[in-house]
């Protein structure tokens, strides 16, 4: 039997005291790419960020190896004053890599290799950061709208490559609202929502 790479068991999240979503469960296998969908203020992001570690469930169990997963969101991760081979190099000693040629390759950054990130434009940059994960090696990608900022032919780059990391037995768990043509199941968080829920005043942006 296939291990999985992620396994959510019941787990529920909680945003502002507010539990969003209850009774998540999944098994991500090698090769396989989820798409989270769900109306803005659903819970969706709330659930990346539990995933990728950036805040504990409220119940339930999430396992994964430790260094299996890498995120992306809304923030590009880019140190304006590093050239985009010097940003790409920063995160490939960080996860104990060295090949920044196939990502630079991969999202048509060779010819920017010694421009300064904070020189580039907003596309520019959102394809930068999203080569960061190729130079991570995690097996698992969990990305909220990693599409944002990229034009027609970026968000094919960006599709290429998912399809690249499935292929080489790596996963994916994508909240996105563009067709990208690949074979994904879809995890609507809607139902997981909370059959009663208070909300209260909190701030919905990270949700």
Not at 167 to 177: N, V
Request: aromatic share 4%; proline share 4%.
């Amino acid at each position: 039997m296939t291990t999985p790479l992620l396994t959510l068991d019941t787990v529920a999240c909680t945003r502002g005291g507010v539990v969003l979503l209850e009774n998540v469960s999944l098994n991500l296998l090698p090769g396989e790419a989820r798409i989270v969908q769900g109306p803005n203020g659903s819970g969706k992001t709330t659930l990346l960020r539990t995933i990728a570690g950036l805040q504990p469930p409220s119940a339930g169990k999430l396992q994964a190896e430790d260094g299996a997963i890498a995120y992306a969101a809304h923030a590009d991760g880019l140190k304006g004053t590093l050239t985009v081979a010097e940003n790409l190099a920063f995160w490939a000693s960080l996860f104990g890599t060295e090949d920044i040629e196939t990502a630079m390759s991969a999202y048509s950054l060779l010819d920017l290799r010694n421009r300064h990130a904070g020189a580039l434009s907003a596309g520019q940059k959102r394809r930068v950061g999203l080569a960061r994960l190729l130079v991570t090696a995690c097996p698992v990608w969990v990305l909220d709208e990693p599409t944002v900022s990229l034009d027609a032919a970026s968000v094919e780059l960006f599709a290429d490559a998912i399809r690249q990391h499935l292929g080489r037995g790596g996963a994916a768990l994508i909240a996105t609202h563009i067709d990208l043509g690949l074979k994904a199941q879809v995890l609507d968080v809607a139902a997981f929502r909370p059959a009663h829920r208070s909300d209260g005043a909190f701030d919905e942006a990270f949700l």
